[in-house]
Antibody
Framework: QVQLVQSGAEVKKPGASVKVSCKASGFRFSNYAMHWVRQAPGQRLEWMGW????????KYSQKFQGRVTITRDTSASTAYMELSSLISEDTAVYYC?????????WGQGTLVTVSS | EIVLTQSPGTLSLSPGERATLSCRAS???????LVWYQQKPGQAPRLLIY???SRATGIPDRFSGSGSGTDFTLTISRLEPEDFAVYYCQQYGSSPLTFGGGTKVEIK
């Protein structure tokens, strides 16, 4: 069965960076785009960007352009999302999601807390 | 950016009742690119509907979607206890992909 297993919770100071991993299993990793979506406490879902694992091409939301980098390691079937210059408003649960006409499978979420 | 506005914000209904959720877009959305998710507290969202009206794998037929252009609807024909949750629409016809603010379906 499809599984997306994300790395554990992180606590970061303002200005730092965080890198979240998402290990995929149960499907051919290169065949499906991987999206990253975040959800701040009590807020709506927010799309950050996606990667084509086959060729590494990425597309980011303008809101995060310059601060977010999505990469993948096809040999490890793992996608990564790195967010830099963190501010308190970046405190959120970050999800990876396999795309197939929608986010059809989701990771369990990674809580990133930004606090001084 | 396409803004999706969901209404109502909260829907208070009893099990067995019909739920009608609205998602209105600030500009026209290709109906192939409108999806709905369900999210329960502490869980990741679950894909319910893609392409406006097609049910995702394993989704019961009490869930249905419709609409076109700027107005889309998710209908739950008879609410089951496990259907009380927050529902989000999302469009991906235009970048950035955007989500609505959600409709919470709560037990009356």
């Amino acid at each position: 069965q499809v599984q997306l297993v994300q790395s554990g919770a992180e606590v970061k100071k303002p200005g730092a960076s965080v890198k979240v991993s998402c290990k995929a299993s149960g499907f051919r990793f290169s065949n499906y785009a991987m999206h990253w979506v975040r959800q701040a406490p009590g807020q709506r879902l927010e799309w950050m960007g996606w990667i084509n694992p086959d060729n590494g091409n990425t597309k980011y939301s303008q809101k995060f352009q310059g601060r977010v980098t999505i990469t993948r390691d096809t040999s490890a079937s793992t996608a990564y999302m790195e967010l830099s210059s963190l501010i308190s408003e970046d405190t959120a649960v970050y999800y990876c999601a396999r795309w197939d006409r929608g986010c059809v499978d989701w990771g369990q979420g990674t809580l990133v807390t930004v606090s001084s | 950016e396409i803004v999706l506005t969901q209404s109502p914000g909260t829907l208070s209904l009893s099990p067995g009742e019909r739920a009608t959720l609205s998602c209105r877009a600030s500009q026209s959305v290709n109906s192939n690119y409108l999806v709905w998710y369900q999210q329960k507290p502490g869980q990741a969202p679950r894909l319910l509907i893609y392409g406006t009206s097609s049910r995702a794998t394993g989704i019961p037929d009490r869930f249905s979607g419709s609409g076109s252009g700027t107005d889309f609807t998710l209908t739950i024909s008879r609410l089951e206890p496990e259907d009380f949750a927050v529902y989000y629409c999302q469009q991906y016809g235009s970048s950035p992909l955007t989500f609505g603010g959600g409709t919470k379906v709560e037990i009356k």
